[in-house]
Structures are given as structure tokens and as C-alpha cells.
């Protein structure tokens, strides 16, 4: 390094040596009385609204620049429970809009866009029986809000997957519409804006923070199907998918999260659990690709084994096509085996349980009542997948205690049969006490038992691993919290119970 003494010299006489060339120069050529001020952009008979456009799109880019590398791991709180007696889906929570409003939505897997309820809307529920109130939310009630156009480029891009609607005889102000049908029927149609969402970022410093970042989500104004039953009815749906107006990638787009994400999702009746834009790290962590090119998370099933013996299924009816294939979404709460399959892998589970275990069918379901645990009267199931990896599927991740009387517990197998498709689906069911991690800037999916109570490591940008854990967010005296309780009386439980049990005609 060189002595500070010299340092000071040298640069003196570069200043004086600067000077000297400007006056030289001043001197040859005298500088015009104005400069001339070329615009890169016309702005005759451009609308405020797309100027301002191009400006956020300017400085998205200038913040990507100037972050350089991802900030850190935003971390959502995690309530609901995969019990479909109880709560029969998981939820977080999102802050949107100046002044921030929270919402409660759905996290689904399955799907890619954030929707919230808007004002008016049409067969939206009022109430929930999740005992949590119901928002809506208003884009003239945000001083951040603004509507995206059919001319906006990312409804154009959305528009090229199926994402966004808009019609040859829209004007180029027109709203940027979508109409999405999830798989149980349900569906939702609105138009999408812009606004600031609200989240904590865990840094490397050991630090959580707040932050946000402007984002696009759907403005929900009708809604139909099971989406307007106030059972279990919450504001909205959290797409987790892959694609451009997905909040993962435009937070990884903005350069404030990395593009992975991971939940670990607590399979006991008061639920819970972790979900994060970052990748949980565990030692017992395996991985498989994903099929590339899908609009959902599909991964290579190849074959299934009960009891350590793999199943006669023909392997060629998971391979992934427009018909066939298995799919990972949170946003299913029980299981779907391919048709093909159904018959074998319950035939497969009746044989192998224990002697004492009391078989029976009811209402087409292969259903079976034990005093013993599920652990040591039922087999382990066994998933296995491209790149040599297994799943391991304990009873609990496969059957549905329905009912118990005394010391009588009545099961029931919980995967339910895909009538007439060869789509195999694994929801929350099988998802719960693993931690899975999406993948998706190596288009591979991970997974391992855990459980989900305990903290997590997660990796941070500066490649230092920090906890995260259940307890991060507790609200317990917020008046919005989700109590759950038993969507069934207990005594048509017990009734139904003694009838199965004293009216079965089908018994081992």
C-alpha cells in the first residue's frame, strides 16, 4: 500500500493537471450558450398512467442493480391444520395496500397467482367458520394501488399463460381481467392491480426486518363454487407456482428473495407450521427433478411399495403427459391416486395390516377399526422417485382417524381414487410433518420427515444458515386468530361409529 504522504502528493497533481486540460480546452472551443435535452422517450399523446409504467419499470431494474445479490428469506406465519374434520387446509397471512391491511390465503402450490376479495364482490362469503373475520380489499382505499391495464406488459405476459384475460375489442386502458377454475370446481374472476405487499425478511445478520416490495395480485369481484361456502372460508388464495405473476418470482425478479422457496407443515389438529421464500437446509434432506415445462410441480413417480413390496403397476402409468402425471399442491387437503393404482395399493394395505385389526367397507371406503396405534398395526408405504429417492409415507400420512368410542378408533384410508384419470396428487395429507423445499432455480424438488413444531435452517444469500421457527409469529392476542374447532358433533361421530362398527356386513 502506498504511504499516505504520497498518496496526498499524487492526487494534487492529477487535480492540477485537470485543471490545466479544462482551461486548455475552454480556451480551443467555447462551450454553447444551452445544451440541448433529448428525450429517449416520446411523451406526446402518452398517457400519465403509462409514463408512469415505464418509470417502475426503470426502477425495478435500477433496485435489482443496486441489491446485487438476494436480501434475504421473507418468512410467512402458517395457521390451519390438514385435518378435514377440523380445518382441512393450511392459510398465512398478507399484508397489503397503504395503510397495510392483512388478509388471510389459502397456500396452494397448485396454483400460481395471489387474489384477495374485493369490494363489491359477488358470492363471496361474509363470515368463516374458521372463526377468523373476513376483509376485503379496496384499490381506491390504497394510496399505492393502481389498476393494471390490458397494454401493461406484464398483462400481456400473462396473457400468453393463460393467466389474464382480455378482450380484441378492449381498449388499451381497459382492467387486465382473469378467470381462474381450481379443481374442485370452485372459481374466481376479477382484474389484477398493483400495491405494496408487507413481509418479514430474515437477514444474515441474525436480524428479522420489515420490508415490502410492489407487486401485482388478483382483485377477486366474483367467486363460486365451494369458494363461497363460509366453512372454511378465507380471503384469498396464495399461488405458489412457477410462473412470471407468481409472488415468488416477482420477489426474485425485485432481488429480495432467492427463487426457492419451503414449508414444513405441522400435521397435528392445531396445525401450524413454516413456510419461507428460501431453502430449508436438514442433513436428511433428498431430492428429485421436476418435470420440466408443466404448469404445475410434477415430479417422476415410478413406483410404489407397501411393506417394503413394490405394487404390480405397470410404471408407464406415472409418466407425466397432459393426462397423467403426479402432482405436489398444497391446496389439496387429501390424497388422489391414479385409477390405475387405487385398487392395488388398498388391496396392498388391507393384507398387510395387523390380525387384529378389524376390516370394513363403508360408502365404497376401505375403513378399519383398531384399539392398537396406527404405527404398529398398519404398514409404511414407500414413494419412489427418478433419481433413486424415496418418500416415506407413515399411516398417519394415508389414513383419516374418523371417529373414536372407548378404546375403538375408526380409520379410514384417506387417498382417495382419481375416477377416470391417471393423475396422482399428493395434498396436504401426505405434505404434512416434511419439510418439502421447491426448487426452482435447479428444477428440483426435496423432501424429509421433520417435525414441524421444532425450528428450521435456512439459507441466506451470505450463505449463513438462520432459525426460523413456528413460535416466530404468535398472535395469540390478535382477534383475527383462527380457532379451530371440530366441524363434526361429537355425538353423530360416536353414532356413526356404532353403526359402522355393529352394521358392517363387510369384517375381516
Same mark, same amino acid.
Given at each position: 500500500?502506498?504511504?499516505?504522504?504520497?498518496?496526498?502528493?499524487?492526487?494534487?497533481?492529477?487535480?492540477?493537471?485537470?485543471?490545466?486540460?479544462?482551461?486548455?480546452?475552454?480556451?480551443?472551443?467555447?462551450?454553447?450558450?444551452?445544451?440541448?435535452?433529448?428525450?429517449?422517450?416520446?411523451?406526446?399523446?402518452?398517457?400519465?398512467?403509462?409514463?408512469?409504467?415505464?418509470?417502475?419499470?426503470?426502477?425495478?431494474?435500477?433496485?435489482?442493480?443496486?441489491?446485487?445479490?438476494?436480501?434475504?428469506?421473507?418468512?410467512?406465519?402458517?395457521?390451519?391444520?390438514?385435518?378435514?374434520?377440523?380445518?382441512?387446509?393450511?392459510?398465512?397471512?398478507?399484508?397489503?395496500?397503504?395503510?397495510?391491511?392483512?388478509?388471510?390465503?389459502?397456500?396452494?402450490?397448485?396454483?400460481?397467482?395471489?387474489?384477495?376479495?374485493?369490494?363489491?364482490?359477488?358470492?363471496?362469503?361474509?363470515?368463516?367458520?374458521?372463526?377468523?373475520?373476513?376483509?376485503?380489499?379496496?384499490?381506491?382505499?390504497?394510496?399505492?394501488?393502481?389498476?393494471?391495464?390490458?397494454?401493461?406488459?406484464?398483462?400481456?405476459?400473462?396473457?400468453?399463460?393463460?393467466?389474464?384475460?382480455?378482450?380484441?375489442?378492449?381498449?388499451?386502458?381497459?382492467?387486465?381481467?382473469?378467470?381462474?377454475?381450481?379443481?374442485?370446481?370452485?372459481?374466481?374472476?376479477?382484474?389484477?392491480?398493483?400495491?405494496?405487499?408487507?413481509?418479514?425478511?430474515?437477514?444474515?445478520?441474525?436480524?428479522?426486518?420489515?420490508?415490502?416490495?410492489?407487486?401485482?395480485?388478483?382483485?377477486?369481484?366474483?367467486?363460486?363454487?365451494?369458494?363461497?361456502?363460509?366453512?372454511?372460508?378465507?380471503?384469498?388464495?396464495?399461488?405458489?407456482?412457477?410462473?412470471?405473476?407468481?409472488?415468488?418470482?416477482?420477489?426474485?425478479?425485485?432481488? &429480495? $428473495? #432467492?427463487? +426457492?422457496? /419451503?414449508?414444513?407443515? =405441522? %400435521? !397435528?389438529?392445531?396445525?401450524?407450521?413454516?413456510?419461507?421464500?428460501?431453502?430449508?437446509?436438514?442433513?436428511?434432506?433428498?431430492?428429485?427433478?421436476?418435470?420440466?415445462?408443466?404448469?404445475?410441480?410434477?415430479?417422476?413417480?415410478?413406483?410404489?411399495?407397501?411393506?417394503?413390496?413394490?405394487?404390480?403397476?405397470?410404471?408407464?402409468?406415472?409418466?407425466?403427459?397432459?393426462?397423467?402425471?403426479?402432482?405436489?399442491?398444497?391446496?389439496?387437503?387429501?390424497?388422489?391416486?391414479?385409477?390405475?393404482?387405487?385398487?392395488?395399493?388398498?388391496?396392498?394395505?388391507?393384507?398387510? &395390516? $395387523? #390380525?387384529? +385389526?378389524? /376390516?370394513?367397507?363403508? =360408502? %365404497? !371406503?376401505?375403513?378399519?377399526?383398531?384399539?392398537?396405534?396406527?404405527?404398529?398395526?398398519?404398514?409404511?408405504?414407500?414413494?419412489?422417485?427418478?433419481?433413486?429417492?424415496?418418500?416415506?409415507?407413515?399411516?398417519?400420512?394415508?389414513?383419516?382417524?374418523?371417529?373414536?368410542?372407548?378404546?375403538?378408533?375408526?380409520?379410514?384410508?384417506?387417498?382417495?381414487?382419481?375416477?377416470?384419470?391417471?393423475?396422482?396428487?399428493?395434498?396436504?395429507?401426505?405434505?404434512?410433518?416434511?419439510?418439502?423445499?421447491?426448487?426452482?432455480?435447479?428444477?428440483?424438488?426435496?423432501?424429509?420427515?421433520?417435525?414441524?413444531?421444532?425450528?428450521?435452517?435456512?439459507?441466506?444469500? !451470505?450463505?449463513?444458515?438462520?432459525?426460523?421457527?413456528?413460535?416466530?409469529?404468535?398472535?395469540?392476542?390478535?382477534?383475527?386468530?383462527?380457532?379451530?374447532?371440530?366441524?363434526?358433533?361429537?355425538?353423530?361421530?360416536?353414532?356413526?361409529?356404532?353403526?359402522?362398527?355393529?352394521?358392517?356386513?363387510?369384517?375381516?
Amino acid at each position: 500500500m502506498r504511504p499516505p504522504e504520497v498518496a496526498v502528493v499524487a492526487v494534487a497533481a492529477l487535480l492540477l493537471v485537470a485543471a490545466a486540460a479544462a482551461a486548455a480546452a475552454e480556451s480551443a472551443a467555447p462551450l454553447p450558450a444551452a445544451l440541448r435535452l433529448e428525450r429517449a422517450v416520446p411523451h406526446k399523446g402518452v398517457a400519465l398512467e403509462e409514463l408512469r409504467r415505464r418509470d417502475a419499470a426503470r426502477h425495478r431494474v435500477l433496485r435489482r442493480r443496486l441489491l446485487g445479490a438476494v436480501a434475504g428469506v421473507v418468512d410467512f406465519p402458517v395457521e390451519g391444520s390438514a385435518n378435514p374434520y377440523m380445518v382441512g387446509l393450511y392459510f398465512t397471512r398478507v399484508k397489503l395496500g397503504n395503510p397495510a391491511k392483512e388478509f388471510f390465503v389459502q397456500i396452494d402450490t397448485g396454483s400460481d397467482i395471489l387474489w384477495v376479495t374485493c369490494s363489491p364482490c359477488t358470492g363471496c362469503p361474509t363470515s368463516s367458520g374458521l372463526n377468523i373475520q373476513l376483509e376485503s380489499f379496496s384499490p381506491d382505499s390504497s394510496s399505492t394501488s393502481s389498476r393494471i391495464t390490458c397494454s401493461d406488459d406484464r398483462c400481456t405476459a400473462a396473457l400468453q399463460t393463460g393467466e389474464a384475460i382480455c378482450q380484441t375489442s378492449d381498449s388499451p386502458s381497459s382492467p387486465c381481467g382473469y378467470t381462474f377454475t381450481y379443481g374442485d370446481g370452485s372459481g374466481t374472476s376479477g382484474y389484477y392491480v398493483s400495491d405494496t405487499m408487507f413481509f418479514e425478511t430474515v437477514m444474515g445478520n441474525e436480524q428479522t426486518t420489515n420490508s415490502s416490495a410492489s407487486i401485482v395480485f388478483g382483485c377477486s369481484n366474483s367467486q363460486s363454487g365451494d369458494l363461497t361456502k363460509a366453512d372454511r372460508a378465507v380471503d384469498g388464495i396464495f399461488g405458489f407456482g412457477q410462473h412470471q405473476l407468481s409472488v415468488v418470482s416477482q420477489l426474485n425478479s425485485l432481488g &429480495v $428473495s #432467492p427463487k +426457492v422457496f /419451503s414449508h414444513c407443515l =405441522k %400435521g !397435528s389438529d392445531n396445525g401450524g407450521g413454516i413456510l419461507v421464500l428460501g431453502e430449508i437446509v436438514e442433513p436428511g434432506l433428498v431430492y428429485s427433478p421436476l418435470v420440466p415445462s408443466q404448469p404445475h410441480y410434477n415430479l417422476n413417480l415410478e413406483s410404489i411399495a407397501v411393506n417394503g413390496q413394490k405394487l404390480s403397476i405397470d410404471s408407464s402409468l406415472f409418466t407425466t403427459s397432459n393426462t397423467q402425471g403426479t402432482i405436489v399442491d398444497s391446496g389439496t387437503t387429501l390424497a388422489y391416486l391414479a385409477d390405475g393404482a387405487y385398487d392395488p395399493f388398498v388391496s396392498a394395505i388391507a393384507a398387510a &395390516v $395387523s #390380525p387384529s +385389526v378389524r /376390516s370394513l367397507v363403508s =360408502k %365404497g !371406503s376401505q375403513c378399519f377399526i383398531t384399539s392398537s396405534s396406527v404405527d404398529s398395526s398398519f404398514p409404511t408405504v414407500t414413494l419412489y422417485f427418478m433419481g433413486g429417492v424415496a418418500m416415506s409415507v407413515k399411516p398417519e400420512n394415508y389414513l383419516l382417524q374418523q371417529a373414536s368410542v372407548d378404546n375403538n378408533v375408526l380409520w379410514c384410508i384417506g387417498w382417495q381414487r382419481n375416477q377416470g384419470q391417471e393423475i396422482t396428487i399428493l395434498g396436504d395429507l401426505v405434505l404434512k410433518d416434511k419439510i418439502f423445499v421447491y426448487d426452482l432455480a435447479n428444477m428440483r424438488m426435496g423432501w424429509a420427515d421433520y417435525d414441524c413444531s421444532m425450528s428450521v435452517n435456512v439459507t441466506t444469500s !451470505s450463505g449463513k444458515n438462520q432459525y426460523v421457527n413456528t413460535g416466530q409469529f404468535d398472535v395469540n392476542g390478535s382477534a383475527r386468530r383462527a380457532s379451530y374447532e371440530s366441524l363434526i358433533p361429537a355425538g353423530i361421530v360416536t353414532m356413526l361409529v356404532h353403526m359402522l362398527i355393529f352394521s358392517s356386513s363387510s369384517r375381516r
